[in-house]
């Protein structure tokens, strides 16, 4: 599978190809050319019913976290130039070395008429924000998101183990939780979006993540 690239800003059409099977799953293709070539992402999706998690304690991951920054120490003061402000959600984020704890609200250009999807993108943006920058090694030791960026190589998303979503109604203001393990040479996390009560709304589990370029032996070594 590859990653979707853009070149010199020229349009790509991208494709999701679905297929209902006979128990009840369906196997999904996400690709870029007309014969399937060029094949981004693939797996099973699944309607389930799952049992009301437990809700995270909030105050005692910000007492594990013990460090704390404000959303501009985050990203830095050239954020505007790196994203669209419309997803700069992370108002204040507490940290340790292997966990992270965002405060995450829209901002004013999606307001409370916007519609949910709108909501959805902006919070899972900074919900993998969260672990993909706020634990980065670079970023706990002192560096900014934009100064990370002006240096390195994004991380990007390679795998997903899974996903769900425990409420579709997504509020204006909620917490991105993000812990992060070692998976040989990716960084791995799971994360999940959670109300102002520690109930988890959305969940991601063993996302892993490398460089956006690599090198061509780092590509063989890990295929």
Do not use: W
């Not at 369906?26 to 060029?38: G, L, M, N, P």
């Not at 003061?77 to 995450?104: C, G, H, M, P």
């Not at 709108?118 to 670079?138: D, I, K, Q």
């Amino acid at each position: 599978m590859r990653p979707v690239v853009i070149k010199n800003n020229r349009s790509l059409s991208v494709q999701i190809g679905l297929s209902p099977n006979a128990d009840g799953e369906i196997t999904y293709r996400i690709y870029s050319q007309s014969d399937e070539s060029s094949v981004h992402s693939a797996g099973t999706a699944l309607t389930i019913s799952i049992d009301k998690a437990e809700a995270v304690d909030i105050e005692s991951v910000k007492k594990r976290c013990g460090n704390f920054k404000t959303g501009l120490e985050f990203y830095g003061d050239k954020t505007e130039k790196q994203f669209t402000s419309s997803l700069i959600s992370v108002r204040e984020i507490f940290f340790n070395e292997t966990e992270a704890l965002a405060l995450l609200q829209l901002s004013s250009d999606i307001n409370e008429s916007s519609y949910d999807f709108g909501r959805y993108l902006t919070f899972m943006n900074s919900a993998l924000a969260t672990g993909v920058f706020g634990l980065h090694p670079e970023v706990l030791s002192g560096k900014t998101v934009t100064e990370l960026l002006e240096t390195n190589a994004p991380d990007i998303p390679f795998s997903l183990g899974g996903f769900a979503v425990l409420q579709s109604a997504m509020p204006n203001t909620c917490y991105a939780h993000a812990v992060s393990h070692e998976f040989g040479e990716y960084r791995t996390f799971d994360i999940e979006l959670l109300d102002l009560s520690g109930n988890i709304l959305v969940r991601f589990e063993n996302l892993a993540v490398r460089p956006a370029f690599m090198t061509a032996s780092e590509n063989m070594g890990s295929q």
